[in-house]
T-cell receptor, first 112, second 114 residues
Framework: DAKTTQPNSMESNEEEPVHLPCNHS???????IHWYRQLPSQGPEYVIH???SNVNNRMASLAIAEDRKSSTLILHRATLRDAAVYYC?????????????FGPGTSLSVIP | DGGITQSPKYLFRKEGQNVTLSCEQN?????MYWYRQDPGQGLRLIYY???????QKGDIAEGYSVSREKKESFPLTVTSAQKNPTAFYLC?????????????FGEGSRLTVL
């Protein structure tokens, strides 16, 4: 079973910020939080990842709760190209075999 | 350019036939993964491999087989034992423990059983 839970779908208006939540209440101390997004008929692409501190890159920001049991992917200004399915996953990079499990993700619709 | 290549992009199969999907990466990654995706669904893990000549079953391995004879190659065979093989198949590779653990995906192979 996926170790993360996300809302099935969300909507945003174009050029407005989007906050995509993810719950991971059973996260361990060595789990990294990764976000990917998938456009229709394509493979997922990496967006951002973090461990404890908030992270920023050119695509998005990642806000991690102090207890690490939840995180939020922030798209600062949604564009039509951001319409995709967003997946939040955990990766334990301390284990020899990392069984990477994806949940259903959040389908983001962007309204012009 | 470095990347991960899946082939074929589209594949049609008659019932009862085995088919093999190719996955090749030139990123020098140790770990490789196969996922299945059905319409409107998330990714489900079929098999994964951390090193050459070793692989582990994922959540839906029944009816599938893999091999990992070379670091850069991780082919998936969909056997006739797979009852509902029509799906979108995704291969991924990943950096290891010393790096970010970022997953790199291929463009996918869409299998249709006629």
């Amino acid at each position: 079973d996926a170790k993360t839970t996300q809302p099935n779908s969300m909507e945003s208006n174009e050029e407005e910020p989007v906050h995509l939540p993810c719950n991971h209440s059973t996260i361990s101390g060595t789990d990294y939080i990764h976000w990917y997004r998938q456009l229709p008929s394509q493979g997922p692409e990496y967006v951002i990842h973090g461990l404890t501190s908030n992270v920023n890159n050119r695509m998005a920001s990642l806000a991690i709760a102090e207890d690490r049991k939840s995180s939020t992917l922030i798209l600062h200004r949604a564009t039509l190209r951001d319409a995709a399915v967003y997946y939040c996953i955990l990766r334990d990079l301390k284990t020899s075999y990392d069984k990477v499990i994806f949940g259903p993700g959040t389908s983001l619709s962007v309204i012009p | 350019d470095g990347g991960i290549t899946q082939s074929p992009k589209y594949l049609f199969r008659k019932e009862g036939q085995n088919v093999t999907l190719s996955c090749e990466q030139n990123l020098n990654h140790d770990a490789m993964y196969w996922y299945r995706q059905d319409p409107g669904q998330g990714l489900r893990l079929i098999y994964y491999s951390q090193i050459v000549n070793d692989f582990q079953k994922g959540d839906i391995a029944e009816g599938y087989s893999v091999s990992r004879e070379k670091k850069e190659s991780f082919p998936l065979t969909v056997t006739s034992a797979q009852k509902n093989p029509t799906a979108f198949y995704l291969c991924a590779s990943s950096t290891g423990l010393a790096n970010t653990g970022e997953l790199f995906f291929g463009e996918g192979s869409r299998l249709t059983v006629l």
